[in-house]
């Protein structure tokens, strides 16, 4: 539970109040009684609990089934938002693993906390892109907190991205 508990906290940014994390941690952990979550056939803990996670967090995630739809919502969570989606007009449409390749560095520069990461979460049940902004510091603790807890977690990186959606 500590583990979650921090992994939580890395991927709000350490802004919640810890009595808020605390909750979020115990309705991820208890959502086998959560009956938010009781159309799930006999899921397996790891499953339950990745799912839970992406759902509980949800207002922290941009979520959508097209990638001008997430690049839309991710630039919106920005006082500055970001240059406009990558079009690539009359040619064959861009690329998830295109669009992140072209996005991780204009998250890396900028400066707040030495720049941002875009992590691609995996909510089990949907085709859906849900993807969580993360201090780009935090990235190599977040990744191993989710690997402790087997939970999927990847960086936006073209190769990985592309890998875990097929492409």
Do not use: C
């Not at 802004?15 to 994390?21: D, F, M, Y």
């Not at 208890?30 to 009781?38: H, K, V």
């Not at 739809?69 to 970001?82: A, K």
């Not at 849900?130 to 510091?137: E, K, L, P, S, Y």
């Amino acid at each position: 539970m500590r583990m979650l508990r921090e992994l939580v906290d890395l991927l709000t940014f350490r802004e919640l109040e810890s009595e808020e994390v605390d909750s979020l941690v115990a309705s991820i952990e208890g959502a086998a009684d959560d009956p938010e979550f009781g159309w799930m056939e006999d899921p397996e803990p790891d499953e339950l609990r990745q799912t839970a996670l992406v759902f509980k967090l949800m207002q922290h995630f941009a979520v959508g089934d097209k990638i001008d739809e997430v690049h839309e919502l991710i630039s919106e969570w920005f006082d500055e938002p970001l240059a406009d989606f990558p079009e690539n007009p009359g040619g064959p449409k861009l690329l998830v693993s295109e669009y992140f390749a072209w996005l991780d560095p204009l998250l890396a520069e900028r400066e707040d906390n030495g720049g941002y990461e875009a992590l691609v979460i995996d909510d089990r049940v949907s085709d859906n892109l849900n993807v969580i902004m993360v201090w780009r510091a935090d990235t190599p603790r977040i990744l191993e907190l989710a690997t402790q807890l087997a939970l999927v977690v990847d960086r936006s990186h073209p190769y990985v991205l592309s890998r875990a959606l097929g492409l």
